[in-house]
């Protein structure tokens, strides 16, 4: 394998493109372990620069990205992810991160498209998580410190998403629910609650008023 060269802070941008179609989907990077992960498992991994963390793309989304082949520049500091890209790439719901086109002083935005199947999907996936127990999953690794760090994670997510609705963009706002919403759920699988029954209630209180 071609050795790639890593920064000063053990970190490779990563620019990954649609397999089939060659469109920019994002950008990310990579220390040394992610992108061994990314090659002996066909799956993105990824380093977190905020979190300091790895993380496996689609873990918490259910949108990951198969790999199919991974190239590397001219200086061996930059590499290019091909990947079947499943649901969308970015946070925000689009399929690339690169929707925004800036064309003069004003920004025109592509709608995302909705996937209804979105939460059930990641549901599944938590679920999926607590029986597989697959090494270097965030989930797994949130399941085996138990049911009391799994609450204080929610109650931190729970007062980072209130500031943010107060001091913050709107995008921060987004980015903080989808953590809150997702740490719930490993909440949900710990103590085997099914989705289902979260969805009942629901129902349930909106037919009674």
């Not at 790639?4 to 802070?9: E, L, R, S, Y």
Request: net charge neutral.
């Amino acid at each position: 394998m071609i050795d790639v060269k890593f920064g000063t802070d053990g970190l490779i941008p990563a620019v990954v493109q649609e397999a089939r179609t060659g469109e920019v989907l994002m950008v990310a990077y990579m220390n040394r372990e992610a992108l061994t992960r990314t090659l002996q498992s066909g799956q993105a991994w990824y380093w977190s620069r905020s979190r300091k963390m790895l993380w496996q793309k689609g873990e918490e989304s259910g949108h990951t990205q198969k790999v199919r082949e991974v190239r590397v520049d001219c200086d061996t500091d930059a590499i290019v992810l091909l990947v079947e890209q499943e649901g969308a790439a970015c946070h925000t719901g689009h399929r690339s991160c690169f929707y925004r086109d800036i064309t003069g002083p004003t920004i025109s935005t592509t709608a995302p498209q909705w996937d209804g199947d979105v939460f059930q999907g990641l549901f599944d996936r938590l679920v999926a998580r607590r029986t597989e127990m697959p090494a270097g999953s965030y989930t797994v690794a949130l399941l085996r410190e138990g049911r009391p760090k799994i609450a204080a994670k929610v109650m931190e997510e729970a007062a980072e998403l209130t500031r943010a609705a107060r001091e913050e963009t709107a995008q921060r706002v987004v980015e903080e629910a989808a953590d809150l919403v997702y740490h719930s759920w490993v909440l949900l699988v710990e103590r085997g609650i099914e989705l289902s029954a979260v969805q009942a209630e629901l129902k349930r209180r909106r037919h009674g008023g």
